[in-house]
Nanobody
Framework: QVQLVESGGGLVQAGGSLRLTCAASGRTFSPYAMAWFRQAPGKGREFVARIGWSDGSSLYPDSVRGRFTISRDNAKNTVYLQMNSLKPEDTAVYYC????????????WGQGTQVTVSS
């Protein structure tokens, strides 16, 4: 079993920055990929960023590309999301997720951390 715990959320003014952290624990942790998603009130879950665990390749949607950066520390089983130039529309609960193999979808999820961007 894998446990994911997010931290680093909070309240920030528009234009500010936050760094989210996702710490993984449990069985030997060697996922295929890790990702961040978010869900704003009344909206569906939205993909934010993805990183390949072995090669570090990353992927972003247009809405955050150039402002958000995903990174990982394999030795610490930790994934980060650096968020810069934050906008009010970035307000959401942010979740990290683990995809343990290419054949699987993102099967492990954290409890989420709230990010609120004030205008």
């Amino acid at each position: 079993q894998v446990q994911l715990v997010e931290s680093g959320g909070g309240l920030v003014q528009a234009g500010g920055s936050l760094r989210l952290t996702c710490a993984a624990s449990g069985r030997t942790f060697s996922p295929y990929a890790m990702a961040w998603f978010r869900q704003a009130p009344g909206k569906g879950r939205e993909f934010v960023a993805r990183i390949g665990w072995s090669d570090g390749s990353s992927l972003y949607p247009d809405s955050v590309r150039g402002r958000f950066t995903i990174s990982r520390d394999n030795a610490k089983n930790t994934v980060y999301l650096q968020m810069n130039s934050l906008k009010p529309e970035d307000t959401a609960v942010y979740y990290c997720a683990a995809r343990m193999s290419y054949q699987m979808n993102f099967e492990y999820w954290g409890q989420g951390t709230q990010v609120t961007v004030s205008s």
